[in-house]
């Protein structure tokens, strides 16, 4: 669950009540007793309504860690158990969201823990806001302005080993997201005098041990400080050393803080060397010496340490001499000059070492000031820290303590503005009728110190100014005179006849009823402390030197600036100041923390209950207390009220959905609270009385028992609910697994028997039908077998029957026959001898010739021409006459296969058969042309246009068309020319051009020529004496030599009915012109691929080599 969402109350665990606005009765006692209660129960933060009380611990509590701080980050004020935590984050949540701004004003007496309470505050409120590089530096500026003013303004007193001997006020500036941007730091009455003198058991303050313990041998000498305690005056010796506390080491921390927070190496130097010159100021002596004109003088005794003094500050070492020894006066532009005695020139030391140590630490706070100051213009949000001293009675009280406790009156006052501002603005807001609430006033106090006529303060300056001797008496007169009718001033002196028995009232003493108690002020010092003055002389000395820091401390002493003037009275000062205070606090919303020290002894555990009840009454918190609850004691947002009391009510409970005031309302109607008891405000509830609010927490927490109680039994219930149906789930499935495992096993079983029995029973039924069935088949067998047998037996009766039948037809034939025969032997007798051995001899003969040619008949071959088979043959003496017929056959088959034939492909056959005729067996190129057919006209004349000349010269059918070599007759070299067939003539044509170079008839060639190689060359001999004869025979050469000589062949055939002659011989001879030449045609490599190469080799010789 988140955080947020968590509800709780401070109400919540208290142990006592957490707000005391709660107590109930409300008395001292029980507030004490409550105090107490919750102080051993280590929780020593109580609230009075916004007010924190916090009582020292004296020990360390584990209630400071970051969980806790995470803890009180963004909760209500009432929403967790008190703690300043929640304060903080109050102060800072409003000063961040609502842009207020804040003051935490912290008192209580010395050692109650205000200081550790404001470092808490910074803390945590450096904890929760904004982070980043530049923001942290602020913070850790902020916080290290502590130990700084620690060292220079704390001190160990009989009451706090760090007792804060000044008053401070921190502003702790913010930008609009709430990150710090700086701060300014107020000081308020440094208590100097502790720089000369301690009382008892108390030290100076922190810086000198420190210095002297954690300084380095060099930084000593630099300083002419001897490291020993018991070498200066000024300190106390019989506390120097603090239990727990390691001077040494917080020089060290003191020196790093100054760095952090900004100091320059060379200011710290300075600061040191003031601090070195104040601690020797106290061992200068001072010696009597007694002048002729009986007036006392001094003397320095030993001015060693003098001249050490004047070395450290740059120092003229007369004038300070001189000025601890003289005192001028100036009076009506007159400078009197007169000697100190020994007790003067004392005072004058002390003086001195007093205002520089002083001066040094207002000094050193406005150095601070300008180091953590803002560093934007922005508008800022402020949060105010004031620790300041709480209400001081001791047994003796003088100046300090009456000025304290005037700081405190003041404070006492703008707390009951405040508060009743606040508690009045919250009714008029809330819309709740603003009752007077009575509580006491204690403006009149302030009055009595204050008022400038007639205030004390007033008289003691008034006393101070004014001419003539004055002494503390003097001011007592003059207090008695003009205070005595007051009531709340208290002297044996006065006029007033009220105290003249009152022993308990010594004649030198004043007493005041402050708010907070009676105290009793001795007069003595009055005077002294509040004109506080330094001898002009001094100052101007201090001006003189050339030491930066103390010349800037003594602006005084500047003769130029010098005026006759009075410088302001410490009471006036201080007045002033607090005026100044106020008015800051008055414009912001103040928060209260109300320290209490629990004990004396500054120990853990001890609560001391009359000195609490001591603080208790001057710090006024009964009054607090009282004043908050004048009207309602208790008040509360609707919402949570609601929330935490809804239970009560059955209307409300568990849930109300309409609005929470209504629910509240509701809700009291119910419980019959009195109305009396209660206001409604707009958003909240306001209780008059803490008993009814305690009654409302009582019935709650009745009601939260029984509420426990009820979820406790419904818890249980729905848990044994819950236990119960899970049980009987599993009792349901166990119980359903458990059967069925049962069911089951029964089922097998039955299931195994069944089987079993089914099993026998089908074996028995099988067994039976096999039987049957067995039996079936033997009988069926049997009959089988008997019906066999007897068709057998039938059978073979009948076989025997038909047998002896047969035997018996066979025999009536035979006996027939042979009783034919013999009858026709007998009648044919004479016949035949003569024709009978004939007739018989033709008709086997002819049956013999049926049979062979029915045979023949069915074993014919096919009847492709191509077939050579012919089925054997049956009968030796028919030899002749098959292979006759196989003659025939084919003959016949042939016929038939050439009468399909067109007339076409029958010329075509017809001039295949007569190439075959001429060239089969005979020359060896035959072969290559039998598979191709002839085609005739290879050049496609009519078709090709370039013979277009040729063919229009040729007048008849062009049978054969084709490029052939013709052979030069002179030389043997071939050129192609055209060669041209028809049915009277060849042509030869030039191949390109179609130019016919020779015609020649068919009827003028007498014969071929051709070797029997594979060449293609042949010769056409042509008629002697013939004009186509005119140059000789012609030799061509052509692949489709066959074809050629085959179509010419047939040509002349046709047109002169004669064969010509092809001679087909490896020699021939050709009439070239008048020469006969041999061509002759030898074997030999070939050049040309298949062409023959020809060569004429003389007149008589051709030479063709062919492959
Ligand atoms: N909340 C705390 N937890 C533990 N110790 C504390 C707490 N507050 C105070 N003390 C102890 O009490 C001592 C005195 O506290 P602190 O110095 O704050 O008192 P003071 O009220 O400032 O006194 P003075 O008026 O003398 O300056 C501290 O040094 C510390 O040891
Ligand atoms: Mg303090």
Not at 28 to 48: A, S, V
Not at 304 to 330: H, M, Y
């Amino acid at each position: 669950m988140m955080k947020s969402e968590v509800k709780t109350s401070l109400l919540d665990n208290m142990i006592g009540v957490g707000d005391s606005v709660l107590l109930e009765p409300l008395t001292e006692d029980t507030f004490l007793e409550n105090l107490k209660n919750r102080f051993d129960h280590r929780e020593i933060y109580t609230y009075i309504g916004s007010v924190v009380i916090s009582v020292n611990p004296y020990r360390q509590l584990p209630i400071y860690t970051p969980d806790k701080v995470e803890e009180y980050r963004n909760r209500n004020f009432y929403e967790l158990s008190p703690h300043i935590y929640a304060l903080a984050d109050e102060a800072y949540r409003s000063l961040r969201d609502q842009d207020k701004d804040q003051c935490i004003l912290i008192t209580g007496e010395s050692g109650a823990g205000k200081t550790e309470a404001s470092k808490l505050v910074m803390s945590y409120v450096a904890a929760v806001c904004g982070k980043g590089a530049e923001v942290n530096q602020v913070k850790e500026q902020l916080l290290q302005s502590n130990p700084v003013l620690e060292a220079f303004g704390n001190a160990k007193t009989m009451r706090n080993d760090n007792s804060s001997r000044f008053g401070k006020y921190m502003d702790i500036e913010f930008d609009f997201k709430g990150d710090p941007l700086g701060g300014v730091i107020s000081n308020y009455l440094l208590e100097k005098s502790r720089v000369v003198k301690q009382p008892r058991g108390e030290r100076n303050f922190h810086i000198f041990y420190q210095l002297l313990s954690g300084g380095s041998e060099d930084l000593l000498k630099q300083l002419k400080l001897e490291r020993e305690f018991n070498q200066y005056n000024y300190l106390c010796l019989d506390s120097a050393k603090v239990n727990g506390v390691d001077d040494a080491a917080n020089f060290r921390t003191v020196k790093n803080a100054m760095q952090i927070v900004g100091f320059m190496d060379d200011e710290v130097e300075l600061v040191l060397e003031v601090v070195a010159a104040v601690l020797k100021l106290g061992n200068i002596e001072f010696k009597p010496e007694s002048r002729v004109n009986g007036l006392d003088e001094s003397r320095i005794q030993d001015k060693n340490e003098l001249k050490e003094i004047c070395e450290l500050l740059g120092q003229d070492q007369a004038v300070l001499e001189r000025a601890f020894s003289f005192r001028t006066v100036e009076a009506k532009q007159e400078k009197v000059s007169t000697t100190l005695n020994v007790a003067q020139a004392y005072y004058a030391r002390d003086a001195l070492a007093k205002n520089l140590y002083n001066r040094l630490f207002t000094w050193l706070v406005n150095r601070i000031n300008e180091s953590i100051k803002a560093q934007t213009k922005v508008r800022k949000k402020v949060m105010g820290v004031l620790d300041i001293y709480g209400f001081e009675i001791f047994e003796n009280n003088s100046f300090e303590q009456f000025i304290i406790n005037y700081c405190n009156e003041k404070l006492q006052q703008i707390f009951i503005e405040l508060t009743l501002k606040e508690e009045q603005e919250e009714y008029i807001k809330e819309g709740i009728e603003w009752t007077h609430i009575e509580y006491f006033n204690n403006a009149i106090i302030c009055e009595l110190i204050e008022n400038n006529t007639n205030g004390i303060l007033a008289m003691l300056d008034e006393e101070c100014l004014r001419p003539g001797t004055v002494t503390d008496e003097t001011f007592l007169e003059k207090l008695n005179q003009i205070c005595a009718v007051h009531e709340r001033f208290e002297s044996r002196m006065s006029k007033s006849s009220r105290f003249l028995n009152d022993t308990t009232l010594p004649h030198n003493c004043f007493r005041i009823q402050h708010y907070a108690g009676k105290v009793m002020y001795h007069v003595e010092g009055f005077v002294d402390k509040n004109n506080d003055l330094l001898y002009r002389d001094l100052s101007q000395a201090m001006w003189k030197t050339n030491h930066v820091l103390v010349k800037a401390l003594f602006p005084e002493g500047n003769p130029a600036k010098m005026s006759l003037k009075r410088p302001p009275t410490a009471g006036s000062q201080f007045k002033a100041s607090v005026a100044t205070l106020m008015k800051n606090l008055q414009t912001k919303n103040p928060n209260y923390i109300r320290c209490i020290k629990p004990n004396d002894q500054k120990t853990p555990h001890v609560f001391t209950e009359a000195l609490v009840c001591h603080q208790v009454r001057y710090l006024g918190l009964m009054e607090n207390v009282r004043v908050r609850r004048a009207g309602y004691a208790f008040k509360q947002p609707y919402e949570s009220c609601l929330e935490r009391y809804k239970m009560l009510c059955s209307q409300t409970w568990p849930h109300w959905r309409q609005g929470a005031r209504d629910g509240v309302k509701v809700l009291l109607t119910e419980l019959q609270i009195p109305p009396e008891e209660f206001s409604y405000g707009r958003s909240k509830i306001f209780i008059r009385n803490p008993r009814t609010l305690f009654e409302l927490e009582d019935l709650r927490k009745r009601r939260l028992e029984d509420l426990a109680t009820l979820i406790q039994k419904i818890y249980r219930g729905w848990k044994c609910r819950t236990h119960f149906l899970l049980m009987k789930k599993s009792q349901i499935t166990i119980s359903a697994w458990t059967k069925r495992h049962f069911q089951r096993k029964k089922y097998l079983h039955l299931k195994s028997v069944t089987l079993i029995i089914q099993s026998y029973i089908r074996g028995w039924k099988a067994r039976k039908l096999l039987r049957e069935l067995k039996y079936q088949k033997l009988c069926e067998e049997s009959a089988t077998t008997i019906a066999a047998y007897w068709r057998g037996f039938q059978a073979r009766r009948e076989l025997k029957r038909l047998k002896e039948e047969a035997r018996r037809k066979h025999a009536v034939a035979v006996i027939w026959a042979y009783w034919l025969g013999l009858k026709v032997r007998r009648e044919y007798r004479k016949f035949f001898r003569a024709n009978a051995g004939r007739k018989i001899y033709e008709f086997i003969v002819q049956r013999i010739m049926q049979k062979y040619f029915l045979e023949l008949k069915k074993k014919l071959p096919s009847m492709s021409p191509t077939e050579t088979t012919w089925p054997a043959q049956p009968y030796l003496f028919l030899d002749n006459t098959h292979t006759e017929l196989k003659r025939i056959f084919h003959l016949w088959r042939c016929k038939k296969y050439r009468d399909q034939f067109t007339a076409q492909k029958r010329a075509i056959f017809e001039e295949k058969l007569e190439a075959s005729e001429l060239f089969k067996d005979k020359k060896a190129l035959y072969a290559n042309s039998v598979s191709q057919p002839f085609q005739g006209d290879y050049l496609e004349i009519s078709k090709n246009p370039k013979y277009q000349k040729l063919t229009g010269a040729v007048e008849e059918k062009i049978l054969l068309a084709d490029v052939v070599n013709k052979i030069n007759r002179a030389n043997g070299k071939g050129a192609p020319r055209i060669f041209l067939l028809t049915q009277s003539n060849f042509f030869i044509a030039d191949q390109k051009s179609g130019q016919i170079k020779s015609t020649i008839p068919v009827m003028d060639i007498t014969s071929v020529s051709v070797s029997k190689q594979t060449d293609g060359l042949f010769a056409v001999h042509l008629k002697e004496g013939s004009t186509a004869a005119a140059k000789g025979d012609f030799l061509f050469t052509s692949d489709r030599l066959i074809e050629i000589i085959t179509k010419l062949y047939r040509t002349i055939f046709f047109k002169t009915n004669q064969k010509i002659n092809v001679e087909i011989n490896n020699e021939f001879l050709v009439q070239f012109n008048q020469d006969k030449v041999c061509v002759k045609f030898i074997q030999g490599a070939q050049k040309n691929g298949n062409l023959p190469a020809c060569k004429r080799k003389n007149n008589r010789l051709l030479e063709v080599t062919v492959p």
